[in-house]
């Protein structure tokens, strides 16, 4: 042991995180303060979760409904400021206790989704903040909606579903320089007026808060590697 309480190791983390964040975006003249940090926390133990809570952390990504839905239940009411981000795929049969559990879904990415989450805002009377997930590399294996399809999916989501889409997210594909996915990422979010762009994992959130990341999803530079991997 170090002697050095969870908490506090948590927190010098969390401010080491975001000074790295303050001065890449102050290297490229942006206010920090328009870039949030999204700590994501998929499969990490829950103290590390409390810790970051007392660390003042609010803002947290999970990837599993059902996982954040267990974690998350028992510690919202004692936080009234949590903001809860879906950054994994979501099924539509699982859309209602999406809606019911998270304040921003990042990860519509089709049609029979988007009415899905449609007919659970009308059922629950919540409408959480949406982000239409881009297929930035066009691989067939990952999930998001094709670059040159962005603007017929946003516009069919707003007017056919009524939904509110505020923003974008992509993952980069693995061994490929991130720069041009988060460029081209941020062209499409200013060409259709969507304010939010999610991008930026560890390994390279300071290069997406250069490129206009308003906010960058951090895990394990955060809480450490996740168990089991
Ligand atoms: C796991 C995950 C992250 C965080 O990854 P780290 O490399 O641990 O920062 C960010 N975004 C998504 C979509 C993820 O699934």
């Not at 983390?13 to 994501?40: E, G």
């Not at 009308?122 to 094709?146: C, D, F, H, M, S």
Request: proline share 7%.
């Amino acid at each position: 042991m170090n002697g050095v309480s969870p908490p506090a190791s948590v927190a010098r983390a969390r401010d080491d995180i975001l000074a790295r964040i303050a001065a890449a975006a102050a290297s490229v003249n942006r206010d920090p303060s328009t870039v949030h940090l999204t700590a994501v926390s998929k499969l990490q133990p829950d103290e590390a979760v409390d810790a970051m809570l007392a660390a003042g952390q609010r803002r947290f990504g999970e990837n599993r409904v059902q996982e954040a839905t267990r974690r998350w239940t028992p510690r919202r009411s004692g936080y009234p400021d949590l903001e809860l981000r879906l950054i994994g795929p979501l099924q539509t049969n699982k859309a209602k206790d999406a809606v019911s559990m998270f304040d921003v879904i990042e990860t519509l990415d089709r049609e029979r989704l988007a009415a899905s989450i449609a007919d659970a805002c009308a059922k629950l009377g919540r409408r959480p903040q949406l982000l239409v997930q881009v297929n930035t590399g066009e691989e067939i294996q990952k999930a998001g909606v094709p670059p040159r399809d962005v603007d017929a999916f946003v516009r069919r989501a707003r007017e056919t579903f009524g939904l509110k889409v505020s923003g974008v997210m992509c993952i980069p594909p693995v061994g490929e320089p991130a720069g041009p996915h988060f460029a081209l990422l941020a062209n499409i979010s200013r060409r259709h007026g969507l304010e939010v762009i999610s991008m930026g994992m560890s390994a390279d959130f300071e290069l997406a808060v250069r490129f206009g990341a308003t906010h960058v999803r951090v895990g394990s530079a955060l809480f450490g590697a996740r168990p089991g991997t």
